[in-house]
Protein backbone atom coordinates (compact mmCIF):
# COMPACT_ATOMS: atom_id res chain seq x y z
CA UNK A 1 0.00 0.00 0.00
CA UNK A 2 1.49 3.76 -1.20
CA UNK A 3 0.99 6.40 1.16
CA UNK A 4 1.46 10.10 0.12
CA UNK A 5 2.37 12.58 3.15
CA UNK A 6 1.66 15.79 2.47
CA UNK A 7 3.75 18.33 4.99
CA UNK A 8 5.95 21.44 5.07
CA UNK A 9 7.22 20.95 8.87
CA UNK A 10 10.29 18.34 7.91
CA UNK A 11 10.77 16.35 11.38
CA UNK A 12 6.91 15.78 11.64
CA UNK A 13 6.82 14.55 7.70
CA UNK A 14 9.66 12.49 8.72
CA UNK A 15 8.07 10.94 12.31
CA UNK A 16 4.79 10.37 10.14
CA UNK A 17 6.36 8.50 7.37
CA UNK A 18 8.71 6.56 9.46
CA UNK A 19 5.41 5.22 11.48
CA UNK A 20 3.83 4.59 8.38
CA UNK A 21 6.97 2.47 6.71
CA UNK A 22 7.62 0.73 9.94
CA UNK A 23 3.53 -0.37 9.29
CA UNK A 24 4.55 -2.12 6.33
CA UNK A 25 3.32 1.36 4.03
CA UNK A 26 5.48 2.63 0.94
CA UNK A 27 5.51 6.08 1.71
CA UNK A 28 6.88 9.49 -0.14
CA UNK A 29 6.80 12.90 0.84
CA UNK A 30 5.85 16.36 -0.60
CA UNK A 31 6.67 19.48 1.71
CA UNK A 32 4.42 22.35 -0.17
CA UNK A 33 1.28 21.81 -1.76
CA UNK A 34 2.07 22.67 -5.36
CA UNK A 35 4.40 19.38 -5.37
CA UNK A 36 1.52 17.31 -3.31
CA UNK A 37 -0.99 18.09 -5.44
CA UNK A 38 0.95 17.25 -8.46
CA UNK A 39 1.95 13.84 -7.25
CA UNK A 40 -1.58 12.91 -6.13
CA UNK A 41 -2.53 13.89 -9.62
CA UNK A 42 -0.14 11.43 -10.94
CA UNK A 43 0.45 8.45 -8.65
CA UNK A 44 -2.25 6.08 -7.30
CA UNK A 45 -1.61 6.49 -4.05
CA UNK A 46 -3.89 4.39 -2.00
CA UNK A 47 -4.07 7.08 1.28
CA UNK A 48 -2.90 10.55 1.55
CA UNK A 49 -1.59 12.93 4.90
CA UNK A 50 -2.36 15.65 4.25
CA UNK A 51 -1.24 19.08 6.21
CA UNK A 52 -3.61 22.20 5.87
CA UNK A 53 -1.16 25.12 6.52
CA UNK A 54 1.01 24.05 3.24
CA UNK A 55 2.87 27.17 1.50
CA UNK A 56 2.68 27.24 -3.04
CA UNK A 57 -0.97 25.83 -2.40
CA UNK A 58 -2.64 25.52 0.85
CA UNK A 59 -4.14 21.71 2.19
CA UNK A 60 -8.03 22.79 1.09
CA UNK A 61 -6.95 23.85 -2.13
CA UNK A 62 -5.17 20.89 -2.87
CA UNK A 63 -8.14 18.56 -1.97
CA UNK A 64 -10.63 20.58 -3.60
CA UNK A 65 -8.22 20.15 -6.90
CA UNK A 66 -8.08 16.68 -6.34
CA UNK A 67 -11.84 15.66 -5.95
CA UNK A 68 -12.43 17.94 -9.01
CA UNK A 69 -10.14 15.80 -10.67
CA UNK A 70 -11.84 13.17 -10.12
CA UNK A 71 -8.86 11.69 -7.48
CA UNK A 72 -11.11 9.44 -4.87
CA UNK A 73 -8.06 8.56 -2.67
CA UNK A 74 -8.92 8.45 1.27
CA UNK A 75 -7.19 11.87 2.64
CA UNK A 76 -7.04 12.22 6.23
CA UNK A 77 -6.31 16.24 6.95
CA UNK A 78 -3.54 16.83 9.94
CA UNK A 79 -3.38 20.22 10.56
CA UNK A 80 -2.73 22.22 13.97
CA UNK A 81 -6.13 24.34 13.30
CA UNK A 82 -8.56 22.84 15.87
CA UNK A 83 -11.87 24.82 15.17
CA UNK A 84 -15.03 23.14 14.10
CA UNK A 85 -15.10 25.33 11.55
CA UNK A 86 -11.62 23.96 9.69
CA UNK A 87 -13.10 20.43 10.23
CA UNK A 88 -16.31 21.08 8.55
CA UNK A 89 -14.15 23.03 5.63
CA UNK A 90 -12.04 20.28 5.56
CA UNK A 91 -14.77 17.27 5.18
CA UNK A 92 -16.68 19.47 2.92
CA UNK A 93 -14.00 20.01 0.83
CA UNK A 94 -13.45 16.11 0.13
CA UNK A 95 -11.67 15.24 3.16
CA UNK A 96 -12.45 11.52 4.46
CA UNK A 97 -10.79 12.04 8.07
CA UNK A 98 -9.42 14.47 10.33
CA UNK A 99 -6.81 14.72 13.17
CA UNK A 100 -5.69 17.81 15.04
CA UNK A 101 -2.17 18.46 16.07
CA UNK A 102 -0.28 17.33 18.40
CA UNK A 103 -1.13 13.67 17.75
CA UNK A 104 -0.34 10.29 18.98
CA UNK A 105 1.71 8.45 15.76
CA UNK A 106 -0.17 5.07 17.06
CA UNK A 107 -4.01 6.83 16.49
CA UNK A 108 -2.48 8.47 12.83
CA UNK A 109 -1.60 4.97 11.53
CA UNK A 110 -4.86 3.73 13.00
CA UNK A 111 -7.15 5.88 11.24
CA UNK A 112 -5.37 5.67 7.85
CA UNK A 113 -5.31 1.75 8.27
CA UNK A 114 -9.02 2.03 9.18
CA UNK A 115 -9.59 4.42 5.90
CA UNK A 116 -7.43 1.99 3.24
CA UNK A 117 -9.97 -0.61 4.74
CA UNK A 118 -13.25 1.17 3.97
CA UNK A 119 -11.92 2.11 0.65
CA UNK A 120 -11.65 -1.32 -0.33
CA UNK A 121 -14.86 -2.51 1.51
CA UNK A 122 -13.64 -4.28 4.63
CA UNK A 123 -15.07 -2.96 8.07
CA UNK A 124 -11.79 -5.10 10.31
CA UNK A 125 -8.77 -4.66 10.77
CA UNK A 126 -8.33 -8.63 9.98
CA UNK A 127 -8.87 -9.42 6.46
CA UNK A 128 -9.85 -12.97 6.03
CA UNK A 129 -9.80 -14.90 2.34
CA UNK A 130 -10.81 -18.63 3.02
CA UNK A 131 -8.37 -19.76 5.38
CA UNK A 132 -6.01 -16.81 4.74
CA UNK A 133 -5.82 -13.89 7.30
CA UNK A 134 -3.72 -10.89 7.15
CA UNK A 135 -4.36 -8.65 10.25
CA UNK A 136 -3.49 -4.66 9.25
CA UNK A 137 -2.49 -3.54 12.39
CA UNK A 138 -0.11 -6.09 13.64
CA UNK A 139 1.12 -7.30 10.23
CA UNK A 140 0.33 -10.70 11.25
CA UNK A 141 -0.65 -13.59 8.44
CA UNK A 142 -1.68 -16.59 9.07
CA UNK A 143 -2.55 -19.67 7.19
CA UNK A 144 -5.49 -22.10 8.99
CA UNK A 145 -3.94 -20.30 12.07
CA UNK A 146 0.13 -20.63 11.62
CA UNK A 147 1.80 -18.11 11.12
CA UNK A 148 3.33 -16.99 8.13
CA UNK A 149 6.50 -14.65 8.30
CA UNK A 150 7.04 -12.51 4.65
CA UNK A 151 9.48 -10.18 4.01
CA UNK A 152 8.54 -6.61 3.52
CA UNK A 153 8.15 -6.49 -0.35
CA UNK A 154 5.82 -10.14 0.19
CA UNK A 155 3.78 -8.47 2.75
CA UNK A 156 3.24 -5.36 0.65
CA UNK A 157 2.37 -8.00 -1.96
CA UNK A 158 -0.08 -9.82 -0.19
CA UNK A 159 -1.70 -7.09 1.20
CA UNK A 160 -2.58 -5.15 -1.84
CA UNK A 161 -4.22 -8.28 -3.01
CA UNK A 162 -6.37 -9.14 0.13
CA UNK A 163 -7.41 -5.86 0.19
CA UNK A 164 -9.03 -6.40 -3.48
CA UNK A 165 -10.24 -10.42 -3.63
CA UNK A 166 -11.40 -11.36 -6.24
CA UNK A 167 -10.13 -8.87 -8.67
CA UNK A 168 -7.22 -9.21 -11.39
CA UNK A 169 -4.16 -7.18 -10.14
CA UNK A 170 -1.65 -6.16 -13.22
CA UNK A 171 2.00 -6.34 -12.94
CA UNK A 172 1.70 -2.78 -13.11
CA UNK A 173 -0.77 -1.73 -10.88
CA UNK A 174 0.97 -4.23 -8.63
CA UNK A 175 4.26 -2.50 -9.17
CA UNK A 176 2.84 1.01 -8.42
CA UNK A 177 1.63 0.18 -4.93
CA UNK A 178 4.13 -1.87 -3.39
CA UNK A 179 7.38 -0.16 -4.64
CA UNK A 180 8.58 3.68 -4.23
CA UNK A 181 8.44 5.98 -7.18
CA UNK A 182 11.89 6.10 -8.22
CA UNK A 183 11.93 2.17 -7.84
CA UNK A 184 13.90 0.41 -11.48
CA UNK A 185 10.70 -1.38 -12.79
CA UNK A 186 11.07 -4.79 -13.54
CA UNK A 187 8.20 -7.12 -14.17
CA UNK A 188 9.97 -10.35 -13.45
CA UNK A 189 10.55 -8.88 -9.88
CA UNK A 190 6.64 -8.86 -9.66
CA UNK A 191 6.41 -12.87 -10.60
CA UNK A 192 9.36 -14.00 -7.91
CA UNK A 193 7.19 -12.12 -5.24
CA UNK A 194 4.36 -14.15 -6.30
CA UNK A 195 6.18 -17.53 -6.52
CA UNK A 196 7.87 -16.76 -3.22
CA UNK A 197 3.90 -16.21 -1.53
CA UNK A 198 2.56 -19.40 -3.53
CA UNK A 199 5.40 -21.35 -2.10
CA UNK A 200 4.35 -19.88 2.00
CA UNK A 201 0.60 -19.76 0.93
CA UNK A 202 -0.23 -22.32 -1.11
CA UNK A 203 0.04 -22.80 -5.16
CA UNK A 204 -3.31 -22.33 -5.62
CA UNK A 205 -4.23 -19.12 -2.98
CA UNK A 206 -2.66 -16.90 -6.06
CA UNK A 207 -3.97 -17.19 -9.58
CA UNK A 208 -2.64 -16.29 -12.53
CA UNK A 209 -4.81 -14.60 -15.64
CA UNK A 210 -2.10 -14.72 -18.41
CA UNK A 211 -1.21 -11.19 -20.33
CA UNK A 212 -3.81 -9.67 -17.38
CA UNK A 213 -2.17 -10.89 -13.95
CA UNK A 214 -2.79 -11.97 -10.66
CA UNK A 215 -6.15 -12.78 -8.41
CA UNK A 216 -6.06 -13.76 -5.19
CA UNK A 217 -8.91 -16.55 -4.41
CA UNK A 218 -11.44 -15.90 -2.19
CA UNK A 219 -12.42 -19.15 -1.16
Not at 156 to 171: A, E
Request: charged content about 30%.
Amino acid sequence: MRVLVVEDDHEVARLVSAALEHGGYVVEQAYDGREGHYLGNTIPYDAVVLDLGLPELDGLSVLRRWREDGRRMPVLILTARDSWRDKVSGLRAGADDYLGKPFELEELLARVEALIRRASGHASSQIQCGPLILDTHTTRVTVDGTPVELTGYEYRTLSYLMHHPGKVISKTELTEHIYHQDFERDSNVIEVLINRLRKKLGTTRIRTHRGKGYELAVH
